[in-house]
């Protein structure tokens, strides 16, 4: 090999750092993502009180009925939680979507309110007050959304608001039936 | 002056705070170390490259909390570690395991040193059997043209 060839070796490793940051620039790759290894496994354990009174309390059972099952953890001090409320009130009513509000981390009372106000698409909803039961589903905070399949199966899991785009692609198709 | 001196040599000693509140520790000091220590190796999630122990996040406290209920309830520093890879994956520990997926992370640096250091070597290597010789001693030289019948 020709001497003149090595000196270009530095180049070379440039460039390929050069193409690897501008492709990480450009790809829509988050460094924030952690990921989630919740997906593809049973969900996991259930049992919380209720957050309107008179409710039963929440447990697995309810996330092994056969249908598929949307949870979202939220709280009544998160602004994000405000912005995707919409997209889960319409998922209720125009779609008919099972859906498990758990309110972490939130005063009962303050939860109660904010769904008072701003309408509750929630078919069964519980306070995870201490955020116990937050660790055992791998939250890192709220909002944050799974989508649970009629066996109980984590199929999906969104760190931070749903979006419109997330309800088109992934969410109704998950409903239908289909894998996201 | 004095107290200025004080002051400042006190700074000198002053310790990064940790985010563990007192309410949280645990009574026995053994466990609560076991629980510092493990806290230092564990990731926040939200905080990108802060323990658990060091930060003030919300989601961070409860890890606290868990690890501590789990030494409490007399699991091995690894069956704490386990638990939370199980429910946050790889990302939560500081330290990231060694497996093929982390195989570059682990062994790129070393081997590109080892390439860089081999090269310097066969480079060195090379000029030195190059190198010219050194120019021949008056006696050598006398002994040359003796030799070649001048």
């Known amino acids: 090999m020709s001497r003149r060839l090595l000196f270009l070796l530095p180049l070379a490793t440039l460039a390929l750092m050069a193409g690897f940051f501008a492709w990480s620039l450009m790809a829509g790759r988050d460094p924030a993502s952690i990921g989630s290894v919740m997906v593809g496994r049973p969900a996991p354990k259930l049992d919380l009180r209720a957050l309107r009174e008179g409710d039963k309390p929440l447990t697995d059972a309810l996330l092994r009925t056969g249908k598929p099952t949307i949870v979202n953890f939220f709280a009544s001090w998160c602004t994000p939680c405000l912005a995707e409320h919409p997209l889960f009130t319409r998922l209720a009513q125009r779609d008919g979507a099972v859906i498990i509000g758990i309110a972490w981390k939130n005063k009962p009372e303050e939860a109660r309110a904010w ?17 116990r039961t937050g660790i055992d589903w791998g939250l890192s905070g709220v909002p944050e959304t799974y989508l649970i399949d009629g066996n109980g199966i984590v199929r999906f899991h969104f760190r931070g608001p749903i979006t419109e785009k997330d309800v088109r692609d992934a969410i109704l198709p998950f409903l239908k039936g289909g894998k996201p | 002056m004095k107290r ?8 000198l000693f002053a310790l990064p705070a940790l985010a563990v509140d007192p309410s949280e520790m645990l009574k026995d000091p053994a466990l609560e170390a076991r629980a510092r ?21 919300e989601v961070a406290r409860d890890m606290r909390r868990a690890v ?31 497996k093929l997926g982390t195989l570059v992370l682990w062994l790129g640096a070393p081997l590109l040193l080892l390439i860089a250091a081999s090269a310097i070597m066969l480079t060195a290597l090379r000029r030195r059997a190059t190198a010219p010789l050194p120019p021949l001693s008056d006696e050598e030289r006398e002994r040359l043209r003796s030799l070649l019948g001048r």
């Open chain 2, 68 to 98: 501590r209920e789990r030494l409490t309830a007399g699991d091995s520093d690894a069956q704490v570690f386990d638990f939370m890879v199980a429910r946050y994956g790889d990302y939560v520990l500081l330290k990231p395991p060694f």
């Open chain 2, 4 to 11: 200025v001196l004080v002051l400042l040599l006190a700074t």
């Open chain 2, 37 to 57: 220590e493990i806290g230092q190796a564990l990731r926040c999630v939200v905080c990108q490259n802060q323990s658990i122990d060091d930060s003030a996040a």
């Open chain 1, 115 to 131: 769904l008072a106000k701003l309408g509750d698409p929630f078919l069964y909803a519980g306070q995870d007050f201490d955020g």
